[in-house]
């Protein structure tokens, strides 16, 4: 089976948890997301963090007052993701289901939506059905908080390559962006590879 095959599976994803085979998660929330709760950018509300892995970027929504729910389909980072939340002693509502299944049931839920290398771990033909789910679980206002990552041509994935000009064209359909920049804090391997960007749900 194919690397682009496995990513729809949880399976594949479970393997790479037991494995400890998770480059990706860096054993801290995200410091992007630090920075910006930390500069209290957006008011508290209802949250929703994608692919939420073991769940640090969903604490520490929780811990800014932010009402959060977490999603991932992996069963080994919904387990750690629950962990960690009774550590910190945090209410989150973690979800272990595939996010296109779960956004299906929801219409205008969500104030939030954060998303942080979920976009570049889903199968690359599958992003515009991503654009849509965005789309279908905020509300209208809502804001789309997406640090999308990693901005080069790499052949090949997860995580596979990302090209804001496909994100623009994905997105503008649903969303109006709002702003884009280069973070300041970004993980050293990561710098100049990522952009934060806001868009809001017309």
């Keep these: ?25 860096m054993g801290t929330p995200t410091p992007v997301f630090v920075d910006v709760l930390e500069g209290k950018r957006f008011e508290p509300g209802k949250t929703l963090v994608l692919g939420c892995g073991r769940g640090h970027d969903a604490v520490l929504f929780a811990q800014h007052g932010f009402d ?37 049931g929801l219409v205008d839920e969500f104030d939030y939506v954060v998303e942080y290398v979920t976009y570049c771990a889903i199968e690359p033909a599958r992003r ?10 905020l509300k209208t206002g809502g804001e789309f908080i997406a640090l999308f990552f990693p901005l080069d041509d790499r052949s090949g994935g997860p995580p596979f390559a990302v090209s804001m000009d496909e994100v623009q064209r994905l997105f503008e359909k649903k969303f109006e962006l709002i702003s ?16 934060l960007t806001v868009w809001r749900k017309q």
């Design 1 to 25: 089976m194919s690397e682009t095959a496995n990513v729809n599976s949880p399976e594949y994803w479970n393997s790479r948890y037991v494995a400890d085979q998770v480059g990706w998660d």
């Design 68 to 104: 959060v729910a977490a999603i991932d389909f992996s069963s080994e980072a919904v387990r750690d993701a629950r962990q960690r939340a009774r550590e910190k002693k945090v209410r989150i509502e973690f979800v272990e289901e595939d996010l296109f299944d779960y956004s299906l």
């Design 128 to 137: 515009a059905e991503f654009a849509i789910a965005v789309a279908s679980m």
């Design 180 to 195: 884009v920049e280069a973070p300041l804090h970004s993980v050293t391997s990561r710098k100049g590879k990522e952009l």
